[in-house]
């Protein structure tokens, strides 16, 4: 099709931000600060590679994602403990925040509650921002590996993906038989992944992450949370994220407390307050 004699005003128009973040709530991050420097731990769980695990979270409390032994990226499930309804809003995050979450932004909760889950107050990738590629770690663009895209592209059945291995780590932490677990699976934060889209065909690409033994993700927990955490079969992706073949490394998860009193005045945020009467009525 031939290009319209105006087409580059077209292209050349400027775009808008959908979704303006300068009135979102702001967290205290010296507040916070002030609270994990006193904090002990409390709790951790190491996940096996190309496996999965669940882990708990007081509101209050922090808890630490670190690469162990070998370059891994994790994909990280959070729900409200007590309501397994209320969940983790990858879109959502994205479009307040962007395709990659760092330092001082948050995991925002599923509708209708549309509130702080977690909110990123270490992140020792934070240097690495967006290279030539335009890619960058933390990924909010992807869901996660799952049999059903393997089953749809190769034929396989792979049982190791992400999605199978947060089913199974769920059913085991809560006692719901797998087909119950995996409803409640659902898009995840890509912990170190490192990825964007190619500039010329808009595809979703992955890249050999950064993260190197030693580097780590810390989170503030704004509610009580549930969370799983798979190490990705695809190691630190640098060529696949469904495999057997790919070098896989545990990821470790921490859990630290704050002494009594350090987050005085700090309130847990409540659900969302809209009025939820679209348009018929409270």
């Known amino acids: 099709m031939n290009e319209p004699a105006d087409a580059d005003a077209r292209r050349a128009i400027k775009p808008v931000i959908c979704?303006?973040?300068?009135?979102?709530?702001?967290?205290?991050?010296?507040?916070?600060?002030?609270?994990r420097a006193g904090a002990m731990k409390v709790g951790e769980r190491r996940v096996a590679p190309r496996d999965a695990g669940c882990f708990g979270v007081e509101a209050g409390q922090f808890f630490r994602i670190t690469s162990v032994e070998g370059p891994q990226v994790g994909d990280l499930n959070l729900w409200n403990a007590q309501d397994l309804g209320e969940r983790f809003y990858s879109g959502k995050t994205r479009a307040l925040?962007?395709?990659h979450l760092k330092r001082g932004e948050r995991m925002w909760s599923s509708l209708p509650h549309?509130?702080?889950?977690?909110?990123?107050?270490?992140?020792?990738?934070?240097?690495?921002?967006?290279?030539?590629?335009?890619?960058?770690?933390?990924?909010?663009?992807?869901?996660?590996?799952?049999?059903?895209?393997?089953?749809?592209?190769r034929g396989a059945q792979y049982h190791h993906c992400c999605h199978s291995n947060l089913t199974r780590a769920l059913?085991?932490?809560?006692?719901?038989?797998?087909?119950?677990?995996?409803?409640?699976v659902h898009d995840v934060l890509n912990v170190f992944m490192c990825t964007g889209f190619t500039r010329d065909s808009g595809q979703y690409f992955m890249k050999a992450s950064p993260v190197r033994p030693g580097d780590y993700i810390e989170f503030f927990a704004e509610i009580d949370l549930l969370g799983a955490l798979s190490a990705c079969p695809g190691g630190d992706c640098s060529a696949e994220h469904t495999s057997d073949v790919a070098e896989c490394y545990p990821l470790l998860v921490e859990v630290f407390a704050p002494q009594p009193g350090a987050l005085d005045g700090w309130r847990s945020p409540a659900p969302n307050a809209y009025d939820r009467g679209h348009g018929r009525g409270g």
């Open 19 to 35: 979704y303006p973040n300068e009135t979102l709530p702001v967290p205290d991050l010296a507040l916070y600060a002030r609270a």
């Open 97 to 99: 925040h962007g395709t």
């Open 171 to 184: 059913a085991d932490e809560t006692g719901l038989p797998l087909s119950a677990a995996e409803g409640h």
């Open 114 to 153: 549309l509130r702080p889950m977690a909110t990123v107050t270490e992140d020792t990738l934070g240097w690495y921002g967006f290279d030539a590629f335009g890619g960058s770690v933390h990924d909010l663009i992807g869901t996660r590996c799952d049999p059903y895209t393997g089953n749809l592209l």
